[in-house]
């Protein structure tokens, strides 16, 4: 995904990644990242919760006007409000995907 | 307060993002000023949950996905910025998916962009947002010559002056 806002921001569209790994999306030249503390598939927030999910899009909407340099990274300060053992479980897919059951496989092989 | 960006991430996984630096050819900075105030410019959003109309548009192609899990479906569908939750489907097998099948907000927040044009914070929203799958790094080349392209020509018909892209 830091990559395709590359190839849009190198075609004149200024972007914005939401991102749970913000340290990859740094590492991957993104021009302007917004870091969440969030589990997977949960960028903007928890279901439900509007607030949350403003404060998210409001910090992204003002570093995509604002921001003056490229690489400008600014976190979310929200702490995920589901205990971290549960919250790690409920984001995974109910069974592996392909590439992490190929993944599996080779690194047991190994 | 800075970010753990591997708290959620398999412990076993993480040296698959962790240092890998940036794609060969993609060092060099990148940069489009944004130059108009947010009220007055018109913002297009993107996510990589892999949502679809159910009634009117073909899922991602999981199945294919699922015998070669090297590749993951490139193609793009197009979210009506008013589509209805209930409208919509998921097709993603590297996360649950029912918290985004309940609130699609969490992945694509057009309501909550209509509201902030509602009150005058941002001048619009376009009136089509985009939707991809995620987890696409293995097929880079395929993206950067037809999906990458085609993303633009869709971003530029709408006029968007700004494009919020989330990772599911």
Sequence with gaps: ?110 | MIVDSYKFLPRSFRPLYEGRGPFPGEEAPVWTPFEKRLAASRIALLTSAGLYLKASQPSFDVEREQNNPEWGDPSWRSIPSGADAADMAVAHLHMNDEDVLSDPEIALPARLLDEMVAERVVGSATSEHISVMGYQDRSLPGWQKETGPELVATLRDQQADGLILAPA
């Design chain 1, 1 to 110: 995904m830091p990559v395709l806002a590359r190839w849009i921001e190198a075609a004149g569209i200024p972007t914005v990644v939401v991102t749970m790994m913000p340290a990859v999306a740094e590492e991957r030249r993104a021009p302007r990242i917004i870091g969440v503390e969030f589990p997977f598939g949960h960028a903007f927030g928890m279901p439900g919760d509007k607030v949350m999910q403003r404060r998210v899009l409001e910090l992204a909407l003002r570093v995509l006007a604002g921001a003056t340099a490229f690489g400008t990274r600014v976190d979310v300060d929200i702490e995920w409000p589901v205990p971290l053992r549960e919250a790690y479980r409920a984001w995974q897919p109910k069974e592996a995907s392909p590439i992490v059951r190929k993944l599996l496989t080779t690194w047991g092989r190994a």
